[in-house]
Structures are given as C-alpha cells and as structure tokens.
C-alpha cells in the first residue's frame, strides 16, 4: 500500500502571502496523488488530482500542484492565500481501491 | 445533484452498545467506502463496497462490518463498542472502482463513546 508523508503539521501564513504545503508519498508503479481540504465539522472536498499526464496540475479556488516523480513529492502550492483558505488539507495517494491519507497540514492564515 | 448524504450527523452510545450508520451516495455512484477519522490515528480506510458486495477490507477487527443495498446506500456498524471507536466516520462514493476514480465525501457521522 501507499504511504503518504505531509511533512508539516500545522502552516502559519499571512494572508495574500504564497504557501506551500508539502506532501511525499513511497514510489510504486503507479500511483494516483489527490489533495484534499476539510474545513471544520465537514467532508472531505477534492482540491486537485494528479492521475497521468502533465505533471502540473491545476484545482479549485486557486490552488495548484506539482508531480516531481523523481523526488516522489506532490507540494501543493497557492500564489496569494485567503484567511477562507483556513483549514486542513489531506494528501492522499492510491494504487489500488482505498484512499491512503497523510496525516494532514493545518493551514492557518492571518490577517 | 445531491451530495453523499449521511445520518446521522452526530451519535453519543455507551460502551458494549452497537451502532448502525447510514450513508447514501450520489445518484448514479455504485462505488462506497468508509473512513474512520480520529485525531491519533488520522483517516483510515474501513472498506469498500461495489455493487452490494465487500470488495476491500482495511485493518480492522471484525466488530466493523457493513452492507450495501441493490441501491448503493450503505450502512456500516460497529458491535460492543469500545472507548477507542469514537471518531469521526467518513463515507465516500464513486463511480466506479479503483483508484483513479474521485471519491466524492459525505460529512460524516461524529460518533461519541462514553
């Protein structure tokens, strides 16, 4: 099974400042790569998903990825946050049936 | 279209008791699984399930079964509860299986075990 590693916990960022958060996942034949935000008491909501192709992969509300298969990493990148950005973000990865989830990165932004 | 539906929303049982959560997913998605969120342990597949039957299993003991119906809905339970099961339990679908189908999220059953 995929392992996926979200190297920070928690990100603090002013708003309309640029963030990255960071995710790397263990190397496999093929893998699909998804980022996902959850913001209090609700669901999950896909963000962006990397299946094939360009390596570059654009979401919602702004966000975007890079697929670095070579470092086996998948950063999720934002140029200007919105204090509406606040809440935690999943990376998750999948060879097979089942999702499998980082432990998360709590993105705080600040006035 | 409607959301994946889940009910309830929020559930409060007592140790040794067993629980059923339900979850209905889009229209036209064949495709469920479950989650369980917990903040030690983060979110965990339960399993799937594909056109009424158990295609995949996660690491769980077998107090954590489910079922699904001729039309997609799903219900998952969990029998002599223990403190431990208190989380947040995550129901997703899909159209299809595999991995590279977007699994779409319901907002969850936040179950409470005292």
């Known amino acids: 099974a995929q392992s996926v590693t979200q190297l920070d916990s928690q990100v603090p960022v002013f708003e309309e400042a640029p963030v990255e958060l960071r995710c790397n996942y263990s190397?496999?034949?093929?893998?699909?790569l998804f980022w996902y935000v959850q913001y209090p008491n609700q669901g999950l909501q896909l963000l962006l998903k990397y299946l094939s192709g360009s390596t570059l992969v654009k979401g919602i509300n702004g966000f975007e990825a890079e697929f670095n298969k070579s470092q086996t990493s998948f950063h999720l990148r934002k140029p200007s946050v919105h204090i509406s950005d606040t809440a935690e973000y999943f990376c998750a990865a999948s060879s097979g049936y089942a999702l499998n989830f980082g432990k998360g990165t709590s993105l705080l932004v600040t006035p | 279209k409607a959301g994946v539906t889940q009910t309830p929303r929020y559930l409060i049982k007592t140790r040794g008791q067993q629980v059923t959560l339900s979850c209905s997913p889009i229209s036209g998605h064949r495709s469920v699984s479950w989650y369980q969120q917990t903040p030690g342990q983060g979110l965990q597949f339960l399993f799937e399930y594909f056109s009424e039957t158990q295609r995949n299993k996660g690491n769980f003991p077998g107090r954590f079964s489910g079922r699904q119906f001729s039309n997609s809905r799903s219900e998952m339970n969990v029998s002599t509860l223990e403190l431990g099961d208190s989380a947040l339990y995550l129901c997703a679908s899909s159209w299809g299986q595999g991995g590279s189908n977007e699994q779409f999220f319901g907002p969850g059953t936040r179950l409470t075990v005292l």
């Open positions: 190397s496999s034949v093929s893998v699909y």
